[in-house]
């Protein structure tokens, strides 16, 4: 059934046995079949991602209908079609329909279709795919050297921070003066505050909650609250893919992630721009090294001047901050909140085209 939504051929070979079809389905490699008439006659799910089209939309059309190939290009996939001669070619831009140029390999092998017809069979590999996996491999070392230099610091603090503040009670009940208590209500106090920095430090210990969850409830939650503490040259918008499923996951937390990341475009927009909430769904997905079937990516994008240069490197670091009034501890507090829900948080960002994009493995029923 699959295989006649996606062919919607009549002379296409054999079909293949559904096995074949889950196989090609969870390569990450792009894969299309094109006809003599340069005619898409079957994608993959990682080609339907990288055209950002669906298989029932794509098949029939003609491939530069789905994708702008520099004509160069263009002219030796029709060769290779004509002489049945396969070729390579690397690192080539070419930009899917209505999304940001992207740098390719491409592998083009010819076969027959049925007993005339000549087609192509075309792989293609999105080639900073590497460099984006090494970059969030980047990000968990980090965050994991940040956590253990946390947890010593915070267990070396909160020992004597206890003893300081158990002395200071004591000391208040012993005071011959009542005006002195004003000192030790100071010493209680401050120990009190270091010891909630602390804890907001080493973000919530607690197991995450396994709740099924609608990913655009959490977005829409957090969109009104955003909505709610912008000044009316602010646009809130928003960009679903309806077709994301429930996701197990931990509802509350999932909600400060997107309200520290959200903030922040607030807060760096000040009195005018503009903040997209948007959800897209993935297949064959790597996330620091785990490859997922499904991934959920729930982005925050704003026009604003974008992260400093000097900071893009150690946002999700504890204590960086690029504001006057700033703890430096959202970012950092949501990335290892996305940690303990398995999934990440990366981060795009130029002057006028910030994205920080949630990645959530998605359970598959
Ligand atoms: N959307 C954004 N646009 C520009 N800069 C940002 C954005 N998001 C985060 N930043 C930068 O990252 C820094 C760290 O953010 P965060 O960890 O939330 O700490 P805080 O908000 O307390 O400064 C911010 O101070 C800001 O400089
Ligand atoms: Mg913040």
Known sequence: ?????RCAVTNFPAPPKADDLTLLDS????????????????LNNAAEQLLGISARKAVGQRLTRALTIPDALFARIRDAVESSQ????????????????QIVDLYLSPFRIGKTDQGLILEVTV?????????????????????????????????????????????????????LGEY????IREADRLQNLIDRMLGPTSR???????????LEHVRKIIIAGACDGIQVRFDYDPSIPECLTDRDRLIQVILNIAGNALQALGTAGKIV?????VSNFTIGGARHSLVACLQIHDNGPGVPDALIDQIFYPMVTGTDHGTGLGLSIAQSIM?????????????GNTTFTVLIPLEIP
Not at 27 to 42: K, Q, S
Not at 87 to 101: A, I, L, M, N, Y
Not at 184 to 187: G, R, S
Request: with cysteine; aromatic share 4%.
């Open 1 to 5: 059934m699959r295989y006649l939504q």
């Open 27 to 42: 390569l990450a490699t792009a894969v299309l079949a094109i006809d003599g008439a340069m005619r898409i006659r079957y």
């Open 86 to 101: 396969p070729f390579t070619d690397r690192q080539v831009s070419v930009e899917p329909h209505g999304q940001d140029p």
């Open 127 to 179: 080639i900073d795919r590497p460099l984006r996996i090494a970059r969030d491999e980047a990000i968990l070392t980090q965050q994991e050297h940040a956590r253990s230099l946390l947890r010593g610091l915070a267990h070396e603090i909160k020992n004597p921070l206890g003893g300081l503040r158990g002395a200071a009670q004591l000391l208040d009940k012993q005071l011959p003066n009542a005006e």
């Open 184 to 187: 030790t209500n100071i010493i």
């Open 208 to 218: 995450p909650k396994q709740d099924a969850v609608n990913l655009h409830e959490v």
């Open 277 to 281: 909430f948007r959800s897209r769904v």
């Open 339 to 351: 940690n303990q829900l398995g999934g990440l948080i990366e981060c795009n960002s130029e002057p």
